[in-house]
């Protein structure tokens, strides 16, 4: 069944210089239990659509269901109930931080008016659900990123709602901090059922949750499908760009057996981009000896997945045939690129330790 639905929804803002037009003609059902990505540049109207779920804004056009509920032109004493099965994670966590990890979890029950023996109770059982039993009565400041928004799932799930929006709840985390807290999300919805809304401007982020996804542009919604079919046949030219983010490769044989030669038991990948313009040819050296933590890549085809121009991941074939992955900055790689593409020499030198496998990036 639906649980969301827009039906030929729009948002102009009147502005001082203008109507400005958010959204246009946004048809779409979020059903109950999936996981729905919305993807989309800065302006969009992500976080449009995000408001006008929980009812922050009106649409001027159309009608947005919520929950089998029109909420369109709902008074806003009604609106209250139909949030109260909304909960939502923000990008930059919004936590109290004059308040304890419990408080904050405890806050919305508080709220809500719940009897302290029920609060206490929830927030226990949402500590343990979200690995944070330990931190109940440390606050915000102490925690790590990815800890603090774990507290704020905790927070968002408090009340049991039957939504959660997710707006940029991984844009403010490392890659293997997003990836923890991507899995928590999995869990949220698969073992509680709760029916999520991703919005992102992270095609890795897509891939790595979501069942379904849009691609909004310039306030219309361009594409949608299932993820596979998206990534598999992108028609759009913005979606094309989402797509290549991620980008593929291919070792060339020549070089590794180079490279290996040169250096026993290093491995050199050819990067190439999807979109040269964007990121050019990449090459990296890593030691596989390394300590590394393994990720399996699809039918041992080798991939590297760009998080963001800054950062990203590379997987690459060991020398046991397994499959090793490190976290390195397209600066560096690019850097070390050029020092192995100047010819043999380079390779016959030791790629210097801010190269080497482990590195933060930075
Ligand atoms: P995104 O979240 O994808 O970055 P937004 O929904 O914030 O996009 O914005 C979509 C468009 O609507 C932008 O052009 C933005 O300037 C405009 N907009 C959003 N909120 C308002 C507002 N309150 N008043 C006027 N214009 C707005």
Known sequence: TTQIAFHNAGKVFQTSSGPVTALEKIDLEIDKGEIFAVIGYSGAGKSTLVRLINGLERVTQGTVFVNGIDITHLPEGKLRSVRREIGMIFQQFNLMRSKTVYGNIAYPLKLAKWSKADIQARVTELLSFVGLTSKAWVYPDQLSGGQKQRVGIARALATRPSVLL???????????????????????????????????????????????????????????????????????????????????????????????????????????????????????????????????????????KTRSIGSFTVALDGPAGAVARAETSLREVAGLAEELTRGEHALDTPAPGRHELGEEPD
């Open 166 to 304: 997710a707006d940029e709840s991984t844009s403010a985390l490392d890659p293997e901090t997003t990836q923890d807290v991507l899995a928590l999300l999995r869990r949220v919805n698969e073992e509680l059922g709760v029916t999520i809304v991703v919005i992102t401007h992270e095609m890795e982020v897509v891939r790595a949750i979501a069942d379904r996804v849009a691609v909004l542009d310039s306030g219309q919604l361009i594409e949608g499908g299932s993820v596979d079919e998206i990534f598999e046949n992108p028609k759009a030219a913005t979606t094309r760009r989402f797509v290549n983010t991620i980008t593929h490769y291919d070792p060339e044989p020549g070089e590794i057996e180079r490279l290996q030669a040169a250096r026993p038991g290093a491995t050199l990948v050819s990067i190439r981009s999807v979109d040269p313009a964007e990121f050019g040819r990449c090459l990296a050296v890593i030691g596989a000896d390394s300590e590394v933590s393994f990720e399996i890549v699809r039918g041992g085809i080798v991939q590297v």
